[in-house]
T-cell receptor, first 113, second 110 residues
Framework: DAEITQSPRHKITETGRQVTLACHQT?????MFWYRQDLGHGLRLIHYSYGVQDTNKGEVSDGYSVSRSNTEDLPLTLESAASSQTSVYFC????????????FGNGTRLTVT | SQQGEEDPQALSIQEGENATMNCSYK?????LQWYRQNSGRGLVHLILIRSNEREKHSGRLRVTLDTSKKSSSLLITASRAADTASYFCATDSYGQNFVFGPGTRLSVLP
């Protein structure tokens, strides 16, 4: 069965360190997204990609970057981790086109100390 | 800024009862989707309703959309303990990705 996998599931890092969260999907979807989930805010879009070599900033992109070198992967990098980036991060993918349902991974819980 | 806003924030009901959650949004949309999130897991797509549709059903789920009031409701009939989860609405419009509300936490008590 196709799936979307995030790793690691839990990560603790120190302020100022660079951190990369992995996202791998086997749906062969063109669209991939990174969200963060915080209490009271729902899910907020960080970055997204509509295909290989395409990346775009979302609502809360400061301090984050992504790259898309193939269809399956969209790693999220925190350039210099800050305590404000402590959150649960979700990766999602969807087929091309507007309004297509999102398929989510199970999240990475990141703690920045 | 959030587009969708669910109401209530939390809801507790007994098994077998119906659960109704509402979603209000601010601007015109193309589609509205409902998702469920179990504790510690990712969101799972439940149902999509397009702006030209008024009602959709899927199993025990019924979704309505009133574009004049910019609101949607999700009804879960004959609820079960396994329906305990958070429920989110997400809206999109042309040129804009999905925007999620803060969610409704549903507890179904045995």
């Amino acid at each position: 069965d196709a799936e979307i996998t995030q790793s690691p599931r839990h990560k603790i890092t120190e302020t100022g360190r660079q951190v990369t969260l992995a996202c791998h999907q086997t749906w062969n979807h063109n669209n991939m997204f990174w969200y963060r989930q915080d209490l009271g805010h729902g899910l907020r879009l960080i970055h997204y990609s509509y295909g290989v070599q395409d990346t775009n900033k979302g609502e809360v992109s400061d301090g984050y970057s992504v790259s898309r070198s193939n269809t399956e992967d969209l790693p999220l990098t925190l350039e210099s981790a800050a305590s404000s980036q402590t959150s649960v991060y979700f990766c999602a993918s969807s087929p091309s086109g507007w309004g297509t349902p999102l398929h989510f991974g199970n999240g990475t819980r990141l703690t920045v100390t | 800024s959030q587009q969708g806003e669910e109401d209530p924030q939390a809801l507790s009901i007994q098994e077998g009862e119906n659960a109704t959650m509402n979603c209000s949004y601010k601007t015109s949309i193309n589609n509205l989707q409902w998702y469920r999130q179990n504790s510690g897991r990712g969101l799972v797509h439940l149902i999509l309703i397009r702006s030209n549709e008024r009602e959709k059903h899927s199993g025990r789920l019924r979704v309505t959309l009133d574009t004049s009031k910019k609101s949607s409701s999700l009804l879960i009939t004959a609820s079960r303990a396994a329906d305990t989860a958070s429920y989110f609405c997400a809206t999109d419009s042309y040129g804009q990705n999905f925007v999620f509300g803060p969610g409704t936490r549903l507890s179904v008590l045995p």
